[in-house]
Structures are given as C-alpha cells and as structure tokens.
C-alpha cells in the first residue's frame, strides 16, 4: 500500500484561518484544544530541558 498516494484527511483546525463561520460551541471546543496542546507542549520542553541539563552536568565533570 503506497500512503503518500492515499487522500489526506482536512484537518480540522488551521492556524489563522477566518473564525466568522464557526459557531461559539465550536470556537470553545478549539480553546480546549489548544489550551490541551500547549500544555503538552510545555511537559515536553520540560522534559527536554531536564535531559540536556542532565547531560551538560554529565559531561562537565
């Protein structure tokens, strides 16, 4: 099975698009989403962070 010949899904939000057509239900839910994303986002710099300290104080010595 080739995938890149295999139709591509729309995602279901973009970046900077025009929010006039989207109702306010619709407009929260993309909030929630959002708010979900960044704060996963923020685990993995975290954790990314954490790991190249760990690596600098490794190297150091």
Known sequence: ??????PRAKPLM???ENLDAISIAELEQRIIAL???ITRIRVEIV???SG??????FFRK
């Open 35 to 37: 708010d979900s994303e």
């Open 1 to 6: 099975m080739d995938l890149e010949n295999e």
């Open 47 to 49: 954790k990314k962070q």
């Open 14 to 16: 973009v970046i900077g």
């Open 52 to 57: 190249k300290a760990a690596a600098d104080a």
